[in-house]
């Protein structure tokens, strides 16, 4: 497989922060970017050297972009199949579209997980009132109802707490596909995020424990407690997958820990994530330059962490009461500010997030909430 060494260009489909954070490793590398999204000014594109405003459908305008760099990845994995294979036919695109293929649909990527052996919540397919009526007689209640594409953070979602909900549940979403997935009472929601170049070299970031609020990614805590036993099992589940869907780049693939101690699947995300901010500051090698060096067909840097870490999203609600108190962080040794270059804070939507180091998971995570709270307090 061909390499890019630096000086070379990269392109990016998608312009949110994850196409941030890749830039900014990038770029710290020497490579120049390029990014394509129907957006301007965006996060990617203010790191970007160069920033195309078009739509995914638009395939003259994708191809120009594709004739312009030597590689191209995505931050956005609900990039249309035609854009990827597009692009493909004039340079790389890594991982390949064939994984945003299964993984960009949830019903493919659960027959994909489930072929592979690994286990998932229960799920039922679900086409039509009639179906899920049919999946709630199986799977009973609660269960959760969910769009097959284009969902994220729990949009596209509707939770059914009674066989009553059906009808409204089913009209809520829009969709003449979707899946009913069975409630899982978890103990924790875990993750694992792993990398894999074209020559099959493999590494992982470990388990870390990720808290939502609202179906939002708040908190995450590096590494989770855990035992040698379930570490291991989170390892091969993410081989199996990376090995099987081929992947070249990163990877998350999103866990529920069982009262009883199971790991099931929740959600593949074939790209760096919000439950890996924290390598940026806590790894000898950042999950975005890893994607890098994937992408760029390098070798794959030291996973190695460095010290225990937490993450805390900092979402536009932070904005609630004007500007935030950022002395008060900036004022916190062991906090890392990263903040996301939107200009408009709407409650909900991702701004930034901290990091915060200390001398054990759970002492980051203390500091990382106090510094959150410490921007809401008056200058
Ligand atoms: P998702 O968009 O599928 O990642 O869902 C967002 C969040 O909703 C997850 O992180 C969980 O907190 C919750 N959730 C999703 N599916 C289930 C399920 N089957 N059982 C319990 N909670 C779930």
Redo the contacts with the bound molecule.
């Keep these: 497989m061909k390499t890019f060494l630096p000086g070379s260009t990269v392109g990016v489909l998608g312009s949110g922060q994850l196409g941030r954070m890749f830039a900014m490793s990038a770029r710290e590398m020497g490579y120049r970017v390029h990014t394509f999204s129907p957006d301007a000014d965006t996060p990617t594109g203010q790191i970007s050297d160069v920033e195309v405003t078009a739509s995914y459908d638009d395939l003259d305008a994708v191809r120009a972009f594709a004739r312009n760099v030597d590689v191209v990845t995505f931050e956005f994995e609900n990039v249309p199949a035609a854009t990827a294979a597009a692009i493909d036919k004039i340079v790389p695109v890594r991982p390949a579209g064939s994984v945003l293929h299964t993984t960009q649909h949830r019903i493919r990527e659960k027959q994909f997980l489930s072929g592979a052996g690994i286990p998932v919540?229960p799920f039922r397919l679900v086409r039509s009132l009639d179906d899920l009526n049919k999946a709630i007689d199986e799977l009973g209640t609660p269960?959760?109802l969910?769009t097959a594409g284009f969902?994220?953070?729990?949009?596209g979602?509707a939770r059914i707490a009674t066989r009553d909900d059906a009808a409204s549940a089913w009209a809520s979403l829009k969709t003449d596909e979707a899946v009913l997935?069975?409630?899982?009472?978890?103990e924790r929601?875990l993750s694992i995020i792993a990398a894999r170049t074209a020559d099959g070299q493999f590494a992982h970031y470990g388990l870390v424990e990720?808290q939502?609020k609202n179906?939002i990614?708040d908190l995450t805590i590096a590494p989770a407690p855990h035992s040698a036993s379930l570490l291991a099992a989170a390892e091969e589940i993410a081989r199996t997958v990376l090995t099987k869907l081929d992947v070249v780049g990163v990877l998350c693939v999103?866990l529920?820990l069982t009262r009883d101690q199971q790991l099931l699947v929740?959600?593949l995300a074939p790209r760096p994530h919000n439950s890996g901010h924290w390598t940026i500051d806590a790894c000898v090698t950042s999950q975005f330059e890893q994607q890098l060096r994937t992408v760029c067909g390098l070798p794959l840097g030291s996973t190695e962490q460095l010290r225990p870490a937490a993450m805390a999203n900092l979402l536009g609600d932070v904005w609630q009461h004007g500007t935030p108190n950022w002395s008060a962080v900036c004022a916190m040794p062991d906090v890392k500010l990263h903040l996301y270059g939107k200009l408009d804070a709407r409650p909900g939507r991702k701004m930034g997030h901290l990091t915060a180091l200390g001398a054990t998971p759970e002492a980051a995570a203390e500091t990382a909430l106090r510094a959150r709270a410490a921007l809401l307090s008056k200058s």
């Design positions: 919540a269960s959760i969910k969902g994220y953070d729990g949009k979602q997935e069975g409630f899982i009472d978890f929601e990720n939502h179906h990614l999103e529920f929740n959600e």
